[in-house]
């Protein structure tokens, strides 16, 4: 996130990482010295048991261990058909900011004083767009800005803060004209007309003029988030590969991972975008909704990842690739499923807010990580995994291993 153009962004990067460090020196320090004193008492009232008998008593798991065993070019297609389905959706959750009347899930006075300005005034009357410029070109960039179309009045800010009232106020030759736009100051239009009145006033020569206030800082942050999307996104693909590449010691099977998480993300994002439209009736998101959502599904989706396959590399060394994958699955499914729904509990509380921004963001990583712990990571990367077979280990010793020991048991 340290990419990101935007501040807060950028800010919640380094927060990020250092509570994450925080959490690992714990998890490595404090908890294991805390264990070794309680001793079995710590996981009263269950007995703890060795791995190989935990993995027997998780019969659900074994049945869909057994169910992926049987077909599993079947099993990672249909669930592969039904993401893509899904995931098809994705391109239609506009990301463009949400207006004022659905900031707030429930009703708020703002947003009725504003709806009630916009009956009886322009659109914009409540937050102008605020032009800077030349004194000397005071008329010049004032033309520009209302033969704009969208803008309904542009004039000079005076000493008693009211355009047109008296001599216009000029600091340091510079003098602010106030445009007030003919559409609400949150929506897609006015924030149309604020990049056509930026090429306007620019036009005017010597004018050196600037175009702020609401409208155009939101116009900014829709189009740096796009840009934030287009940097951080494969940046962050791109790290995560390779930190897989070195732990798996792979290349195909860190490969199909990050594709997994990458299709869950999408699938989410297309069940948002219904669920936003047609349920929750939003219009669309805020700009820095699908960053936010990107990079904690795609942080925790690996970490399943990491947890899966890791498991699934010891066992494969001893059984081979096929029985590796189901005793990964049986050994791993209960932790990761468990963790999933304690996470996704977790950011569902957010949806007790009545802010459509902590809602939006609750839904997407609460659904995803559902999504991606019932379905990715307990049926579609395990049947993957097991349909490519000893291939998606190489260059590893891993794939010359699994594939004597499955030329062992053909023969």
């Keep these: 996130l340290l990419a990101s153009d935007l501040t807060n962004n950028r800010a919640l990067g380094p ?32 007995t703890p048991k060795p791995a190989d008998a935990t993995a027997e008593g998780h019969s659900v798991w074994r ?30 959750l506009s990301s463009k900011g949400v207006p004022l009347d ?21 659109g914009g009357s409540g937050q102008p767009t605020v032009i800077i410029a030349n004194a000397a070109k005071t008329s010049e960039v004032q033309a520009a800005a ?11 800010v005076t000493a008693s803060g009211r355009p047109g009232t008296a001599e216009p106020l000029v600091v340091d030759g510079r003098i602010r004209i106030d445009a007030t736009l003919e559409d609400a100051a949150d929506s897609d239009a006015a924030k149309n007309t604020v990049a056509a009145l930026r090429t306007r006033v ?14 155009a800082q939101q ?31 792979s290349l195909l ?5 990050v594709a997994t998480v990458a299709l869950n993300f999408l699938a989410t994002l297309g069940v948002s975008t219904l669920v936003f439209e047609h349920l929750l009736g939003f219009s669309g998101t805020d700009a820095s909704v699908p960053l936010y959502g990107f990079v904690f599904l795609v942080a925790l989706g690996v970490d399943y990842n990491i947890f899966l396959m890791s498991r699934v590399r010891e066992e494969s060394f001893t059984h081979g690739v096929r029985q590796g994958v189901l005793r990964g699955l049986t050994t791993t499914g209960g932790v990761i499923t468990s963790a999933g729904v304690v996470l996704a509990a977790t ?65």
């Design 146 to 156: 209302r033969a704009t179309d969208g803008v309904a009045t542009a004039a000079p």
């Design 219 to 249: 116009y900014d942050t829709q189009q740096t988030a796009a840009r934030d999307r287009e940097v951080i996104v494969p940046v962050v693909l791109g790290i995560i590969l390779l930190i897989l590449v070195m732990l798996l010691r």
């Design 102 to 122: 659905e900031i707030f899930v429930n009703d708020a006075p703002s947003v009725a004083a504003q709806e009630t300005l916009g009956r009886h005034f322009p």
């Design 15 to 46: 927060v990020g990482a250092i509570g994450i460090a925080a959490s690992v020196l714990s998890t490595l320090t404090f908890l294991p010295a805390a264990l070794a004193l309680l001793g079995r008492t710590a996981f009263w009232p269950a």
């Design 347 to 411: 950011f569902a509380a957010l949806m007790i807010i009545p802010l459509a921004f902590l809602l939006q963001i609750a839904f997407i990583v609460a659904f995803g990580v559902l999504l991606d712990t019932l379905v990715v990571r307990s049926l579609l990367v395990p049947a993957l995994v097991i349909d490519i077979g000893s291939r998606g280990w190489w260059p590893s010793s891993l794939a010359r291993v699994s594939a004597r020991i499955s030329s062992g048991r053909a023969r």
């Design 253 to 257: 099977i860190p490969v199909l991972l």
């Design 63 to 92: 049945r869909v261990a057994a169910v992926i065993d049987r077909a599993p070019r079947r099993v990672w297609a249909s669930t592969a058909l039904l993401l893509c389905l899904l995931a098809a959706f994705s391109p239609a």
């Design 202 to 215: 620019h036009a005017v020569q010597d004018a050196d003029a600037i175009v702020g206030g609401y409208t």
